[in-house]
């Protein structure tokens, strides 16, 4: 049986990065992180009509910014390019290809998190929303309990 619509954030970002209808997220070139052509995205994914997914509301944002923060709250990390490739930063340069100011997708941005993989849906599980009280069990080394498994059954 068909379950509910994935409730939480990196379940749904998992099925938006493998839809084919969705052009606005996408694995990098090694499947190790997210692609978020931002201007593209916001069109797509948080205009308010149905979007690529086919549903009408995908986020319950319009903001980019709430995107972001959701992002960083699951543990992602913004990636930028430097001489020797990807690395831990706020943000790609402008060298980065498709990523110049006056491309019609907008700015590029590039995350990362060790546990969103492409083909490895079993990882996601280990995504775990950076709250406070959950940082404080995560550091007292305990088990924060997961979602996803449930959302990512269809």
Wanted: proline fraction near 9%; charge should be positive; charged fraction near 25%.
């Amino acid at each position: 049986p068909a379950a509910s619509r994935p409730c939480t954030f990196p379940a749904k970002l998992w099925l938006l990065v493998n839809n084919p209808r969705v052009r606005s997220v996408r694995w990098d070139a090694r499947g190790e992180g997210l692609l978020i052509y931002q201007a593209l995205f916001e069109r797509e994914l948080l205009g308010g009509g149905p979007g690529a997914a086919g549903e009408a509301e995908v986020f319950k944002t319009k903001n980019f910014g709430s995107i972001i923060r959701q992002l960083n709250l699951y543990g992602f990390h913004k990636l930028t390019m430097g001489p020797a490739g990807p690395a831990l930063g706020h943000r790609l340069g402008p060298a980065a290809a498709g990523d110049s100011p006056d491309s019609p997708d907008g700015p590029r941005h590039h995350f990362w998190n060790p546990h969103f993989r492409h083909n490895r849906p079993d990882l996601l599980v280990r995504i775990k929303r950076l709250t406070k009280a959950n940082k404080e069990k995560l550091d007292a080394g305990l088990k924060v309990p997961s979602r996803l498994l449930d959302d990512l059954q269809y």
